[in-house]
């Protein structure tokens, strides 16, 4: 007990030190800031300058700052953002990082207020969210109040005026300009969807107002040195194709006795009832157990969060089963297997909007395409499953260019 009461109070001692660390390191770049000079340790730099350690200031690449100039001199001749990229590409113009440009990186220079001379510290902050479906952690950037802003004067050179600066910024906030890319019908494939041939995302797209098809992003976006040769792929074609394999394996007879067998069996069972209440409690002792060991330090923290998610995910599915198998429902016999077929076959392939994607989304389905043939998987429970892989089927799809 003395042991433990030692490591604990140490990893509080640790804690609260990296934390004092931090304070004070953001405190000394404040200071820092307000002195005249620009804190470093928050990037890698900026696109068109150069750092001076010895003055805390920015001085002009000459070489960089008229690509910049450019970028601003293009976008204001009704030149569109991609065709920039194309641009600096074909004349052999290396980013920052020396790749090639994006539009997103000609969007972030145009969007960029450093370059009208204006440098200010503490503007944004990024903090670490975690997603509550998935349990996972990602970097998310918000703007602060700009009464904590802090202004360094004089210690970045001016590239475009403001401006220039400012109409541009007024030309990317146009309403029409964002009304132009939303989309005007739902594609029920969409974020599901990947080309066949780069693995990209594909997006539906309508032309004329009626023929609706899904394209590689890559086809069409970005620099053109980087485009994927996959042609446009007919909307209607697909889905069918999708609902088509996905009705033969929902409407095999195996599958249908299978989930017959399980409600029968979920319907009163005492034994089964008391089979996942065990389970429930081993999972619980696993989870304090786990706790414990973090505690003591034993395990890293990334271990812990896996190990955790799958044990709330157990939980999850056991909660599900017992609220099963505590309802005492009536299961209507299975009497007409061909008819029972038929109906879901019916069902699926009349499915739209808000049926279509749950069931897409219980079947985890996930399609690759091409024009004339494609791929797609999906997961169904491994007490239904025919195939040789527990819970997990792949099937191949084939339909009409």
């Known amino acids: 007990a003395i042991g433990r009461f030692i490591l604990a109070a140490r990893a509080f001692v640790g804690v609260e030190e990296r934390e004092k660390i931090a304070e004070r390191t953001m405190r000394g770049k404040a200071e820092r800031a307000r002195s005249g000079k620009i804190p470093q340790g928050t990037g890698k730099g900026c696109y068109g300058y150069t750092y001076l350690p010895s003055s805390g200031c920015r001085e002009l690449n000459e070489y960089q700052a008229r690509v910049v100039a450019r970028i601003f001199e293009e976008f204001m001749s009704h030149k569109s953002i991609v065709a920039i990229a194309n641009i600096l590409n074909d004349e052999g113009i290396p980013t920052f990082g020396g790749g090639i440009w994006y539009a997103a990186t000609v969007y972030h220079v145009l969007r960029n207020e450093t370059y009208t001379g204006r440098t200010l510290y503490r503007r944004t902050v990024a903090k670490q969210v975690r997603e509550p479906a ?40 146009d309403p029409e300009r964002r009304r132009r890319g939303k989309r005007k019908r739902e594609y029920s494939l969409s974020g599901r969807l990947k080309c066949l041939r780069c693995g990209r995302a594909m997006v539906g797209q309508t032309l004329q107002g009626r023929y609706v098809y899904y394209k590689c992003r890559r086809s069409y976006a970005g620099p053109h040195q980087d485009r994927c040769d996959a042609v446009y792929v007919r909307a209607g074609d697909l889905e069918t194709s999708v609902r088509d394999e996905i009705s033969k394996i929902l409407a095999n007879p195996s599958i249908i006795l299978a989930e017959h067998e399980r409600l029968a069996l979920a319907d009163g069972s005492v034994q089964r009832f008391s089979d996942l209440s065990h389970h429930m409690e081993q999972i619980d002792k696993k989870k304090h157990r786990l706790v414990r060991l973090y505690e003591l330090g034993e395990i890293e923290e990334a271990y812990f ?17 017992l609220s099963l198998a505590g309802e005492q429902t009536s299961l209507p016999p299975l009497i007409e297997l061909e008819s029972a077929c038929q109906g879901v076959r019916e069902w699926v392939e009349q499915a739209q909007g808000e049926d279509f994607t749950l069931l897409l989304n219980a079947l985890q389905i996930g399609i690759r395409a091409e024009k004339g043939k494609g791929e797609l998987s999906g997961v169904i429970p491994d007490y239904a499953s025919t195939c040789n892989h527990a819970d997990v089927c792949s099937m191949v799809i084939n339909f009409s260019p």
């Open 305 to 321: 969060e896996a190990e955790l998610a799958v044990l709330k995910n157990q939980r999850h599915a056991i909660d599900l089963e």
């Open 134 to 173: 998935t349990g996972k952690k990602h970097r998310k950037v918000t703007v602060r109040d700009s009464k904590d802003w802090i202004e360094v004067p004089d210690v970045t050179p001016a590239i475009v005026d403001t401006e220039t600066f400012v109409a541009i910024q007024r030309i990317l906030d």
